[in-house]
């Protein structure tokens, strides 16, 4: 067989059956190349640190290859799906976020005691630790009996997104107060003599 006739799979699209859908596209991601980033994440430089030439390189393919990922898993769903998964910002992001609801929708058609608060009470026990203010916050602001999945899951991102801005704006605090004791600290040793 030439290399002219060589076809190139199609992206498996998602039709609603997760754990099939998940299986082939894990499959084909692999083919790719791309697994890995969706499994493990860019790794990030860290703040200050110089890197090597070596090692920007690579941050820099992960990257590219995490673009990658994003674009077939793009192309695997429709557009009501995608709207509620492209604020995601790695392929990483997109698949746990896939991955979180619908599985948690599959345990409500296998007839898991049917009905969503079973399984919005799963998925509030499963969260890691880090949510426990947030699984607290929604247990006594919300009517877990009433709370559907969809709005769970948007109460998650909006608490999500403010824990990821809270970090951000300490990181920033930390680096400012770092700086300014470092100035501070130097000139108090030159006054006395």
Not at 29 to 47: D, H, T
Request: net charge positive; aromatic share 8%.
């Amino acid at each position: 067989m030439s290399e002219s006739s060589f076809v190139q799979p199609a992206v498996p699209k998602f039709d609603g059956h997760y754990d099939h859908w998940a299986m082939l596209m894990k499959k084909f991601l692999r083919s790719k190349e791309y697994w890995g980033v969706v499994e493990n994440e860019v790794p990030a430089a860290a703040e200050g640190v110089d890197l090597t030439d070596a090692q920007r390189k690579h941050i820099d393919d992960q990257k590219l290859k995490d673009l990658k990922a994003k674009n077939y898993l793009f192309q695997a769903l429709d557009r009501s799906i995608l709207e509620t998964i492209i604020h995601k910002d790695t392929s990483k992001n997109i698949w746990d976020s896939l991955k979180q609801k619908y599985q948690a929708n599959k345990m409500k058609v296998n007839g898991e005691k049917n009905g969503d608060v079973v399984v919005v009470e799963k998925i509030l026990r499963s969260l890691t630790p880090k949510f426990d203010y947030v699984v607290c916050s929604i247990k006594e602001s919300k009517d877990t009996d009433t709370l559907t999945i969809d709005e769970l899951q948007s109460s998650l991102l909006v608490h999500e997104q403010r824990m990821s801005y809270h970090i951000e704006e300490e990181h920033a605090l930390k680096i400012t107060y770092a700086t300014q004791s470092r100035g501070r600290g130097r000139g108090r040793g030159r006054g006395k003599g």
